[in-house]
């Protein structure tokens, strides 16, 4: 099986700096595009960034110029660094990958369990 696990996040004053890290691991057989997306209480899920193998990029318009999408294709590893963080940046961030395993022939969208970012000012 597939897995998508999160690290990095915690508790940050505004202005200040994160990185998260997501590492996918398991049966892979090719990955098309990994990104991140975060969740607030009371709101949808949004897409924040995604990378794809090519290493095209697409941010919301909120993070832009102030978040870094980047991947490692050998280590089947994306990151978001983060920086001049606002309170609104606040939620959970999930890590998401569009990816072949080696027993599904079809892409396929596997998703992490969460990595809580909060921001204070």
């Known amino acids: 099986q597939v897995q998508l696990v999160e690290s990095g996040g915690g508790l940050v004053q505004a202005g200040g700096s994160l990185r998260l890290s997501c590492a996918a691991s398991?049966?892979?057989?090719?990955?098309?595009?990994m990104g991140w997306y975060r969740q607030a209480p009371g709101k949808l899920r949004e897409l924040v960034a995604a990378i794809t193998s090519g290493d095209s990029t697409n941010y919301a318009d909120s993070v832009k110029g102030r978040f870094t999408i980047s991947r490692d294709n050998a280590k089947n590893m994306v990151y978001l660094q983060m920086t001049s963080l606002k309170p609104e940046d606040t939620a959970v961030y999930y890590c998401?990958?569009?990816?072949?395993?080696?027993?599904?022939?079809?892409?396929?969208?596997?998703w992490g369990q969460g990595t809580h970012v909060t921001v204070s000012s």
């Open positions: 998401n990958a569009n990816l072949k395993s080696l027993g599904f022939k079809r892409d396929f969208d596997y």
């Open positions: 398991g049966s892979i057989f090719s990955i098309n595009a």
